[in-house]
T-cell receptor, first 113, second 116 residues
Framework: DAKTTQPPSMDCAEGRAANLPCNHS???????VYWYRQIHSQGPQYIIH???NNETNEMASLIITEDRKSSTLILPHATLRDTAVYYC??????????????FGTGTKLQVIP | GAVVSQHPSRVICKSGTSVKIECRSL??????MFWYRQFPKQSLMLMAT?????????EQGVEKDKFLINHASLTLSTLTVTSAHPEDSSFYIC????????????FGSGTRLTVV
């Protein structure tokens, strides 16, 4: 799996958009970008994933650059409950879910009142 | 959505004893589950891949005789920490993938193990 680089921490004002960057310059053509988050003392939670097109769901938006070497996770209106560690993961998609997921160090997002 | 239940959420045990942690997929069948360990202020570290009906695959550096994994059914995997020591104190998390949504691994809520 391609390696990812994320800033160790970020702050965001409540109600503002949180933009979390991720660099994955060695990504391969068949690798997807996945985002998970982990709220303190809980298991990680899937947020969103994409290949090359921008994606949006009820939780967030994912913007992937045209060269696919970096991406940004956007939480449009951050709340205090969005305070968590956010992990950007790059891997191939596998039908059947047999491929293991390896976590990097992630970005600790602190939403400030 | 898919739910993975992990039990117990917290356990305290004496040094030298064994502790079993259960991981269940509640509304889907999981032929493969994953076990992670997380120390304070660190990321999740994959320990092993649990395969239903066969032996688990352990990551490099993880002692298979110390961390026994059993995946006897399509909805249950167990991790037993044998002869636990204080350095085994950690947050243990399991995960599984719903075959109908293979991109979104679902994680259990974790088990906080404290060995005294």
């Amino acid at each position: 799996d391609a390696k990812t680089t994320q800033p160790p921490s970020m702050d965001c004002a409540e109600g503002r958009a949180a933009n979390l960057p991720c660099n994955h310059s060695t990504i391969s053509g068949n690798e997807y970008v996945y985002w998970y988050r982990q709220i303190h003392s809980q298991g990680p939670q899937y947020i969103i994933h994409g290949l090359k097109n921008n994606e949006t769901n009820e939780m967030a938006s994912l913007i992937i650059t045209e060269d696919r070497k970096s991406s940004t996770l956007i939480l449009p209106h951050a709340t205090l409950r969005d305070t968590a560690v956010y992990y950007c993961i790059v891997r191939v998609a596998v039908v059947g879910g047999y491929q293991k997921v390896t976590f990097g160090t992630g970005t600790k997002l602190q939403v400030i009142p | 959505g898919a739910v993975v239940s992990q039990h117990p959420s917290r356990v305290i045990c004496k040094s030298g004893t064994s502790v079993k942690i259960e991981c269940r997929s509640l509304d889907f069948q999981a032929t493969t589950m994953f076990w992670y360990r997380q120390f304070p202020k660190q990321s999740l570290m994959l320990m092993a891949t649990s395969n239903e009906g066969s032996k688990a695959t352990y990551e490099q550096g993880v002692e298979k005789d110390k961390f026994l994994i059993n995946h006897a059914s399509l909805t249950l995997s167990t991790l037993t920490v044998t002869s636990a020591h204080p350095e085994d104190s950690s947050f243990y998390i399991c995960s599984a993938s719903d075959p109908s949504a293979p991109w979104s691994y679902t994680f259990g809520s974790g088990t906080r193990l404290t060995v005294v």
